[in-house]
């Protein structure tokens, strides 16, 4: 697809389990807490905790077929299947801090 093309699709997995969310509450607290006293940082910035998603790909689909072949791919790489069995995801997350 041509670079400058805006994506039309993103492939993602919720991460909206119950432990999940009162993590990300209590890393915002921590964020917030620290914040006020030096950068001003805003609770306004978090996304709510019942949205959470991690990324994995943004997708250029202007066509049917391609969309299609998109499908199938992901289809076959049955993630949904893997989750909902409590088969475990490990992501390492690097470089994440906030100013």
Sequence with gaps: A???????HFVSVPLNSASIQKDF???QESVLS???ASSGIHSS????SDQLHLTFAMLKLYSAQA???AAQVLKGLE??????AGESLDVELKG???M
């Design 67 to 69: 969309r299609q072949q």
């Design 2 to 8: 041509n670079p400058k093309l805006p994506y039309t």
């Design 45 to 48: 910035i978090f996304w709510p």
């Design 34 to 36: 620290d914040a006020e």
């Design 79 to 84: 993630v949904e299947a893997c989750l909902d």
């Design 96 to 98: 994440l801090e906030y």
């Design 25 to 27: 509450r209590e890393f």
